[in-house]
């Protein structure tokens, strides 16, 4: 082989190294920075791109997709001085490749460390309770703070959750406890109450009984009013009939009553229980004169045994 064709095999393999230094192909979901003599001139979009080579170089490759980074647990103290462990994780995305290559050394520290800090921050400045009842008043407090400050380096966060807010063990006893007592309390409460509505029915049910029962004397009292004012009438007109109708009802309705008391086995009729006889006379006297001639046809009899003579003897029922 001749010193021409070893000259021609260099060239062809230079130029061949040639291309191969200035075409670079970039990924999906990356992008790359180019440097000329360490300094940055440009970004290189995802396919295939040329550069010129030996004067430009790669100088960072940069995933631009969403990413997510692990907070650790770390001890917080919150604004009632209670200690609490807290861990939680991170999105963020990068949308300018320049600035997160060259505004920070490193990026995925850099975050953590900002996360770390505004979570110590903004929980510090919560009360325990709000704590642990509003965690997403937490997770938007933080991803306002720490994407503000994140901006600067070309990076979007997209959320920040917190996965575990974790008490001391003497605390979460304490906390079970009051929540115990909490609930107790309630139930007492619940109890009162239901023993008070209790009672305010039941006497509003003896106030609505006593309402009626004496609706009912009145009642009654007036029937008998107009009763004793009818016979009182009757009386007055010289009708004796009518007074010994109202007589002999209530000389039956007190012969009933001791009769059915559940002590009463025998009992003597007095003396005056023969007028009896003379008042059922009286009753048949008022039914002929209201239908007649004609009505109460047994009554007659009656009436002749009335006006007989009845030996003044009481007898035994």
Do not use: C
């Not at 064709?5 to 062809?12: C, T």
């Not at 940055?40 to 030996?54: A, D, N, V, W």
């Not at 994780?89 to 300018?96: C, G, K, L, M």
């Not at 008042?279 to 004169?289: C, F, H, T, Y």
């Amino acid at each position: 082989m001749s010193g021409f064709d070893i000259a021609a095999i260099a060239v062809a393999a230079l130029i061949i190294f040639v291309i191969f230094a200035g075409v670079k192909t970039v990924p999906q979901g990356f992008n790359y920075t180019v440097e000329r003599f360490q300094k940055y001139t440009r970004t290189l979009e995802p396919g295939l791109t040329i550069i010129i080579p030996f004067i430009d170089q790669i100088g960072r490759k940069v995933n631009m997709m969403e990413q997510v980074l692990d907070i650790p647990s770390q001890e917080v103290i919150s604004r009632d001085n209670a200690s609490v462990t807290v861990d939680g994780v991170a999105f963020y995305q990068v949308v300018d490749a320049p600035q997160a290559s060259y505004e920070v050394t490193n990026l995925e520290r850099a975050m953590m460390a900002l996360t770390m800090t505004n979570i110590r921050s903004v929980l510090g400045a919560m009360d325990l309770d709000h704590i642990l009842s509003q965690r997403d008043e937490i997770n938007t407090r933080l991803l306002h703070v720490v994407d503000a400050a994140a901006g600067a380096w070309g990076v979007k966060v997209t959320r920040i959750e917190i996965k575990d807010i974790t008490p001391p063990a003497d605390l979460v006893a304490a906390m079970g406890r009051q929540m115990k007592a909490e609930r107790e309390k309630r139930a007492a409460i619940l109890v009162a109450e239901g023993a008070k509505q209790a009672q305010i029915l039941e006497a509003e049910g003896r106030k609505e009984a006593a309402f009626r029962d004496a609706e009912a004397r009145e009642r009654a009292a007036q029937a008998e009013a107009t009763a004793t004012s009818l016979v009182s009438d009757a009386v007055a007109r010289g009708d004796t009939a009518a007074l010994n109708y109202f007589v002999a009802q209530k000389y039956v309705e007190a012969l009933k009553a001791m009769a059915v008391a559940p002590n009463q086995k025998t009992f003597v009729l007095p003396y005056e229980a023969t007028a009896l006889l003379g008042s059922i006379g009286g009753v048949a006297e008022l039914a002929r004169e209201a239908f007649g001639p004609q009505a109460a046809p047994g009554a007659e009899p009656s009436a002749r045994r009335s006006r007989g003579s009845v030996p003044p003897t009481g007898g035994a029922a």
